[in-house]
């Protein structure tokens, strides 16, 4: 009887050149899977930020009731909290008077101009909303003098004017108003997997404005 003894290295000696194989063919889809955790691992934080700036900007409109300033504030505590965007811009902010709780911002505000000068918004049908551009949020403009509702008397527009704070309702016998504020981001891709290398953003708050006491 023969026997026949077999090296067990030699079993694995022509192994080599497969695994090397495998792993050219996992490699890539190894990268494209840490890539895509990356990339949308910084949309979600961005949606993060965008969410709570717009809750906290709503609770600041809420509580500015219907003085003069209501919007001014709003939008400065909007684009303080959004500071910590990561690859993304403020496309722009909408103010708007909603007839319910959490209810989303008129079409037509939705599709107002924002180009050429402030302001920008809709007054008409029963629709009242300021949409304010990117260019509007600079701390620049943020001043009071461009926050003044002067289209109720004389004298420039204020950019306000679409929907100045000072006739919102915040009576105590009466229904206040809702306030809502819509935001809009755009963020920039970093891996160049996003089709179109950006993506846009979007989140609302709407909060029933404190009656004055």
Same mark, same amino acid.
């Given at each position: 009887?023969?026997?026949?003894?077999?090296?067990?290295?030699?079993?694995?000696?022509?192994?080599?050149?497969?695994?090397?194989?495998?792993?050219?063919?996992?490699?890539?889809?190894?990268?494209?899977?840490?890539?895509?955790?990356?990339?949308?691992?910084? $949309?979600?934080? #961005? /949606?993060? =930020?965008?969410?709570?700036?717009?809750?906290? !900007?709503?609770? @600041? %409109?809420?509580?500015?009731?219907?003085?003069?300033?209501?919007?001014?504030?709003?939008?400065?505590?909007?684009?303080?909290?959004?500071?910590?965007?990561?690859?993304?811009?403020?496309?722009?902010? $909408?103010?708007? #008077? /909603?007839? =319910?709780?959490?209810?989303?911002?008129?079409? !037509?505000?939705? @599709? %107002?101009?924002?180009?050429?000068?402030?302001?920008?918004?809709?007054?008409?049908?029963?629709?009242?909303?300021?949409?304010?551009?990117?260019?509007?949020?600079?701390?620049?403009?943020?001043?009071?003098?461009?926050? #003044?509702?002067?289209?109720?008397?004389?004298?420039?527009?204020?950019?306000?004017?679409?929907?100045?704070?000072?006739?919102?309702?915040?009576?105590?016998?009466?229904?206040?108003?809702?306030?809502?504020?819509?935001?809009?981001?755009?963020?920039?891709?970093?891996?160049?997997?996003?089709?179109?290398?950006?993506?846009?953003?979007?989140?609302?708050?709407?909060?029933?404005?404190?009656?004055?006491?």
């Amino acid at each position: 009887m023969t026997t026949v003894v077999i090296d067990p290295a030699s079993r694995f000696r022509g192994d080599s050149g497969a695994i090397l194989t495998e792993l050219a063919l996992v490699m890539p889809l190894l990268v494209l899977l840490s890539l895509g955790i990356f990339e949308y691992g910084f $949309i979600l934080r #961005n /949606s993060n =930020v965008l969410a709570n700036s717009v809750q906290s !900007a709503g609770r @600041t %409109a809420a509580q500015s009731k219907n003085t003069s300033t209501a919007d001014l504030f709003t939008l400065q505590n909007f684009m303080a909290t959004t500071a910590k965007l990561k690859n993304a811009t403020v496309t722009k902010v $909408i103010i708007y #008077n /909603s007839t =319910v709780s959490g209810g989303a911002p008129p079409a !037509a505000c939705l @599709t %107002a101009s924002i180009t050429g000068s402030a302001p920008h918004g809709v007054n008409a049908g029963g629709v009242n909303c300021s949409v304010y551009s990117a260019a509007d949020l600079t701390p620049a403009n943020l001043a009071t003098g461009n926050f #003044n509702c002067t289209a109720l008397g004389v004298g420039t527009p204020g950019w306000d004017k679409n929907w100045c704070p000072l006739i919102r309702d915040a009576g105590l016998t009466s229904q206040p108003d809702y306030v809502g504020v819509y935001a809009v981001i755009t963020y920039t891709g970093i891996t160049g997997l996003l089709p179109g290398k950006t993506m846009t953003l979007t989140d609302r708050a709407v909060n029933r404005i404190e009656p004055n006491i």
